[in-house]
């Protein structure tokens, strides 16, 4: 075929995309992966590659029972109120598709992936599970990519951990981790081992590019072609020079969320204080399935997680932390009041609660915390901005230098001292869930007493939003209506994704992205045209 001749053209190389171009690939179809930035990876790359796969073929190894039907019966379960009549359908397929995809990638690509000691976020729930859905991939070399091994994007985090690492030690004491570890890591930069987001884009690229994919950096495509009411291909920009790429069976549109737009952010996201996206996710997918007659769905969803700040390109950027479960602190919106669990796997969906408005009804929120209070890792972030946290010797005057009513902010801490006396948060139940158990064992509660007192911001940050085109089980492109427009196909969070803000488990918005890639790059290489 010449180079603006294929069958599948994939515009994306995160998870979800890689994933699409293996499958198609595996199934025959010539593939072309068209990236826009001048490194692949996309927002995958930047996370820490967890990736939740119920039933997959490791916790079956181990003696951990799963099944679909188990992991359906927990979607649902979990699901915000009135997901089920529109979701149903996608749940089914992530829940019947998750164990094969695992099972085929590392079949088809040197990666490996292990079990990872997380539990469901909602044990407790039906369908819920103490251990065995989350995994991720073991280190990997970049070298094995050739002449690609610098092309993947770099991340705000240290690369050279598995996740696993970063979970039983790093996150909790670096400095140990790093100490006790410190004669495999010199041996790792060497030998260019990454793991993480890095290894899970190193994996897939050398997988694609072993079953003969083609990968073009800096083609940053602007229309879909359309023939006769299908989409046959695209328009791009490659190296400042407009291409068009015939693609004889379809399209998958992998481009990732619209954090960085200009339109799409102020309307579905008012108020969000910081990114931890690459800044070439400007919703170009979801901008040009709308264009060609695409419903677009659940746009006011996102990963909005905890994080601090750090520098990334030069620029302010969001570094995710999972810290506030720890003793010694709570949170408080701006009436100075607590308004969940501090260590809730749902604190995205907390904070992003709207009001009548379409507003955020809690921001800014404010981590406020005492003298007792140690986390290494915050405070290393916070020493980059002296200014970031604030101090006074009295709740009052703590409120006064944050904006609070003094007297509202003392009675919540006084509420919440008493309950932590008591050992029961008679208000939202701290510590009491399985995966909050697994941060906190049995110090979730403990009193804000000991003077000085600190306020910081909880930042309201976006890592990813997941909003974008409705999707059938085949990852088809969907019309208002609820027809199929021919040839294009949508995966990851460039689709309206089926789980949104609220999510199930650490890992759900990897996992279904690598499932929903790999069921949109079959369904398309077995498209007859």
């Known amino acids: 075929m010449r180079d603006t001749e294929w069958d599948v053209v994939v515009v994306g190389s995160g998870a979800a995309g890689l994933s699409a171009a293996l499958a198609a690939s595996v199934d025959g179809a010539a593939v072309l992966v068209l990236e826009k930035a001048n490194v692949l990876g996309g927002t995958t790359a930047m996370s820490a590659a967890g ?15 799963d099944s679909p039907d188990e992991t359906l019966t927990y979607l649902r379960a979990t699901a915000p109120p009135g997901w089920q009549e529109t979701e149903d359908e996608l749940w089914r397929a992530l829940a019947e598709s998750s164990a094969p995809m695992l099972r085929f990638i590392e079949d088809h690509t040197p990666l490996v992936f292990e079990l990872v000691n997380h539990p469901d976020f909602y044990v407790e729930a039906p369908g819920g599970k103490l251990f065995g859905r989350m995994v991720s991939p073991t280190l990997i070399s970049r070298y094995r990519l050739g002449r690609w091994w610098n092309r993947v994007r770099k991340s705000v985090k240290p690369q050279f951990f598995t996740y696993k690492e970063m979970v039983d030690g790093v996150l909790k004491d670096p400095v140990r981790a790093v100490l006790k570890l410190g004669p495999s890591l010199v041996w790792r930069v060497a030998a260019g081992q990454v793991g993480l987001g890095n290894g899970l884009i190193v994996g897939l690229t050398s997988g694609c590019l072993s079953h003969h994919c083609r990968i073009l950096l800096n083609a940053d495509v602007r229309r879909l072609v359309l023939d006769g009411g299908s989409v046959t291909g695209v328009e791009a920009i490659v190296d400042g020079k407009r291409t068009s790429f015939h693609a004889r069976k379809g399209v998958v ?3 990732g969320g619209f954090d960085w737009s200009s339109d799409y952010m102020p309307r579905y996201f008012p108020g969000i204080e910081l990114i931890g996206a690459p800044r070439t996710n400007t919703g170009d997918g979801q901008r040009m399935a709308a264009e060609v007659g695409a419903a677009l769905a659940h746009m006011d969803q996102s990963n909005i997680a905890p994080a601090t700040f750090t520098r990334y390109e030069g620029q302010r950027h969001a570094q995710p932390l999972y810290e506030t479960y720890a003793p010694h602190c709570i949170l408080v919106n701006r009436e100075g009041r607590r308004f969940v669990s501090e260590g809730s796997p749902a604190l995205g969906a907390a904070i992003d609660e709207r009001g009548p408005d379409g507003k955020p009804k809690h921001i800014p929120v404010w981590r406020i915390f005492d003298s007792r209070y140690v986390n290494r890792l915050s405070t290393m972030y916070a020493a980059k901005d002296p200014a970031f946290v604030r101090t006074a010797d009295t709740i009052e005057a703590l409120a006064n230098k944050i904006g609070l009513d003094p007297q509202v902010l003392r009675a919540t801490v006084e509420r919440f001292n008493g309950w932590s006396k008591e050992g029961v948060d008679r208000d939202f139940h701290r510590g009491e869930t399985a995966w909050e158990r697994y941060y906190t064992k049995d110090r979730a509660l403990a009193t804000l007493e000991k003077p000085p007192f600190h306020a910081a911001p909880f930042l309201y940050v976006s890592l990813g939003t997941k909003g974008g085109t409705r999707t059938n089980r085949h990852c088809e492109v969907l019309r208002p209506d609820g027809s199929v427009i021919g040839g294009l196909y949508c995966a990851g ?10 999510a199930v488990g650490a890992g759900t918005t990897i996992g279904p992205c690598l499932t929903f890639g790999y069921i949109a790059g079959k369904a398309i290489a077995r498209r007859n045209v």
Not at 57 to 64: D, E, K, N, S, V
């Open 51 to 65: 990736t939740w796969v119920p039933a997959n073929h490791h916790m079956l190894a181990a003696g951990i029972e």
């Open 253 to 255: 549109l992998a481009t």
């Open 493 to 502: 969070i460039a689709m309206a994704s089926p789980i949104g803000t609220k």
